[in-house]
């Protein structure tokens, strides 16, 4: 079975500041990691995934996470937040036999001017 | 342009009646989802389908069905069975294999009464 805790349901920053949002997964496999974001009533979009190469992912609008296998983590970070990143952030596990994804409950990101 | 459609954008309807849903994906992926989203709560898998004409039940899978008759096409049916029917519903399709990195469509959001 496969589990994803996102441990902050809100955080704000200030513009400018950096961002930090935190996974924590559980999976018996290898797993598949991936963070979306989602603006008010949007689909989801992709921002960065890891499968298994470099444990540094880089991603869109300046994104980036790090896969740490020993403390099962996998935290987004940004080093300057900008008004436009206020949205929900969605930490997502695949299982690469049945390609079913878990998602964490979302973190709601908040961006003071 | 490649990617997933879902319509209607909005729909209402009564309570007794059944609603299907439609989800087109023109991306060539084998694999399809159905997730419901409600007001702070993350994604929950309904159904998926790894390739046509057969699907598998997801984590809440009770007064919904699916069929998937061409490759393109993963259509959900609402039933009269579900008890909270409204709710924001979101249609993913990824490729099988690889990552599982799922692409989303716009969402529709049904609103039962």
């Known amino acids: 079975a496969q589990s994803v805790t996102q441990l902050d349901s809100h955080v704000s920053v200030s513009e400018g500041t950096p961002v930090l949002l935190r996974c924590n997964y559980s999976?018996?496999?290898?797993?598949?990691l991936f963070w979306y974001v989602q603006h008010p009533n949007k689909g989801l979009q992709l921002l960065l995934k890891?499968?298994?190469?470099a444990t540094l992912v880089k991603g869109i609008n300046g994104f980036e996470a790090e896969f740490k296998k020993s403390e099962t983590s996998f935290h987004l970070t940004k080093p300057s937040a900008h008004m436009s990143d206020a949205a929900e952030y969605f930490c997502?596990?695949?299982?690469w036999g049945t390609g079913k994804s878990t998602f964490g409950d979302g973190t709601t990101l908040t961006v003071k001017p | 342009d490649g990617g997933i459609t879902q319509s209607p954008k909005y729909l209402f309807r009564k309570e007794g009646q059944n609603v299907t849903l439609s989800c087109e994906q023109n991306?060539?992926?084998?694999?399809m989802y159905w997730y419901r989203q409600d007001p702070g709560q993350g994604l929950r898998l309904i159904y998926y389908?790894?390739?046509?004409?057969?699907?598998q039940k997801g984590d809440i899978a009770e007064g919904y069905s699916v069929s998937r008759e061409k490759k393109e096409s993963f259509p959900l049916t609402v039933t009269s069975a579900q008890k909270n029917p409204t709710a924001f519903y979101l249609c993913?399709?990824?490729?099988?294999?690889?990552?599982?990195?799922?692409?989303f469509g716009p969402g529709t959001r049904l609103t039962v009464t």
């Open positions: 993913a399709s990824s490729s099988t294999g690889t990552s599982y990195e799922q692409y």
């Open positions: 991306l060539n992926h084998d694999a």
């Open positions: 389908s790894q390739i046509v004409n057969d699907f």
């Open positions: 999976s018996s496999y290898s797993p598949s």
């Open positions: 890891y499968t298994s190469a």
């Open positions: 997502v596990v695949s299982d």
